[in-house]
């Protein structure tokens, strides 16, 4: 079992849609829980940190986090063509070094007008 | 504030070759991290340093890596000699500081694409 799941898509999705990016990860007893995207060719940018369990939102971004359930999710409200990225999913697990990160492969996200 | 910077952004080599990636952290960040990402794959990480020493870097292959963080600032890693599948974005990362149970986020550098032929 990967550590960090998430699906690969492309997850298409009109613009002015909700996005929905969806993650489960193995470890119960991570940490902290980061979203990157990452534009093709480009580096990774953090755009949503959450900590506990709940919502969590800024701008047009929402991050949720249910511990029980092992999952964190985004959702990106009013989808614009410039959201079309790939989006990391990244945990800090318990025990497995300091704020080391692991990375799932990231859902690709496409924008349509 | 200027972002963490690295250099060279592209480098083609052939295997069994040496090669070397520079990374200057943003200013006053104590923790820096070295990342290979894989195409298709999320960045894996490969070394951290905390000022000049080594926190993590159970995942360095260490037969043909190395790196190095001399006076706690820039950080330089080398591959030496390169095999095909080190093909790779290597991306470096700071953060303000890491302790456990404390929350602090990692922000990446441009990144150096490494092709090996």
């Known amino acids: 079992q990967k550590e960090v799941e998430q699906n690969s898509g492309p997850l298409s999705v009109p613009e002015g849609a909700i996005a929905s990016l969806n993650c489960t990860y193995s470890?119960?007893?991570?940490?902290?829980f980061f979203w990157y995207r990452q534009y093709s060719g480009k580096s990774p940018e953090l755009i949503m940190s959450?900590?506990?369990?709940g919502d969590k939102e800024d701008g047009r971004f929402t991050a949720q986090l249910n511990k029980a359930s092992q999952y964190v999710s985004l959702l990106i409200r009013d989808s614009q063509p410039s959201d079309s990225a790939t989006y990391l999913c990244a945990v800090t697990p318990f025990g497995g070094g300091y704020n080391k990160l692991i990375f799932g492969a990231g859902t690709r996200l496409a924008v349509h007008p | 504030e200027a972002g963490v910077a690295q250099s060279p952004r592209y480098k083609i080599i052939e295997k069994r070759q040496s090669v070397a990636f520079w990374c200057n952290p943003i200013?006053?960040?104590?923790?820096l991290y070295w990342y290979q990402q894989i195409l298709g794959q999320g960045p894996k990480l490969l070394i951290q340093?905390?000022?000049?020493?080594?926190?993590?870097d159970s995942q360095l292959p260490k037969d043909r890596f190395s790196a190095e963080r001399l006076k706690g600032v820039d950080s330089t890693l080398k591959i030496q000699p390169a095999k095909l599948e080190d093909s790779a974005v290597y991306l470096c990362a700071s953060s303000l500081d890491f302790r456990r149970g404390v929350n602090y986020e990692q922000y990446f550098g441009p990144g150096t694409r490494l092709t090996v032929t």
């Open positions: 200013s006053g960040h104590a923790t």
């Open positions: 340093f905390q000022n000049n020493g080594v926190v993590d």
């Open positions: 959450i900590y506990s369990n």
């Open positions: 470890d119960r007893g991570s940490q902290s």
